[in-house]
């Protein structure tokens, strides 16, 4: 039997509980690596943006696993184009290395506009506003602090994303109980 586009769309939501894992993930990370510039040299604080971030995925799987989250969705067409919309996030490291090489001070700011924009297909993905509010929200506070307020932008766009990350999940939880599916 074929399934709609709408029956696959809440199959998606049921089973992945909308991506929560990795906003879990993204929370947990962003909040750690708020605390860094307190304990770290500034040096090795760049180090840690260029490939600390990278643990978020990883962590997400984890975190999946605890909740009993299915995040590869393979058996459902629009859980593989959910898996394929993330895959790019990996073509962005070239990018990250060149901004680490040459201008270390606006990783910050390009890491969270790419990380916050590559949320926003999921809004379609998931039916949700609450991934709305994350990329808009992750986006503007990276150029915010990231790009205006230069000099801050390790300390304060990782607290931003922390919060940005958390609301987002709370939201993602407060829509999963609203449609029954949590």
Same mark, same amino acid.
């Given at each position: ?11 998606? *939501? /049921? ?11 993204? !929370? ?6 708020? $605390? ?10 760049? @180090?840690?943006? =260029? @490939? ?11 975190? #999946?696993?605890? =909740?009993?989250?299915?995040? &590869? ?25 060149? /901004? ?9 700011? !390009? ?16 039916? #949700?506003?609450?991934?709305? @509010?994350?990329?808009? #929200?992750?986006? &503007? ?20 994303? @922390? ?6 999940? $709370? %939201? *993602? =939880?407060?829509? %999963?109980? /609203?449609?029954? /599916?949590?």
């Amino acid at each position: 039997m074929n399934s709609t586009l709408k029956e696959m769309q809440s199959e998606l *939501i /049921v089973e992945a509980k909308k991506g929560l894992p990795f906003l879990l993930s993204g !929370t947990i990370v962003f909040f750690i690596i708020s $605390l860094l510039p307190v304990i770290f040299a500034k040096e090795i604080i760049h @180090f840690i943006w =260029l @490939f600390g971030l990278s643990s978020i995925f990883p962590l997400g799987f984890i975190i #999946s696993k605890i =909740l009993r989250i299915n995040l &590869l969705v393979t058996h459902n067409p629009i859980g593989i184009l959910a898996c394929i919309i993330a895959v790019p996030q990996a073509f962005y490291i070239p990018l990250y290395i060149i /901004v680490y090489i040459l201008i270390p001070q606006y990783l910050p700011f !390009t890491i969270g506009l790419l990380i916050g924009s590559h949320f926003l297909p999921y809004v379609w993905i998931y039916k #949700s506003k609450a991934y709305l @509010f994350i990329t808009l #929200s992750a986006c &503007l506070s990276s150029i915010i602090f990231g790009w205006i307020f230069v000099d801050y932008a390790f300390t304060v766009v990782p607290l931003a994303n @922390f919060i940005v990350y958390g609301v987002g999940a $709370l %939201l *993602i =939880l407060r829509e %999963l109980r /609203v449609e029954f /599916v949590y």
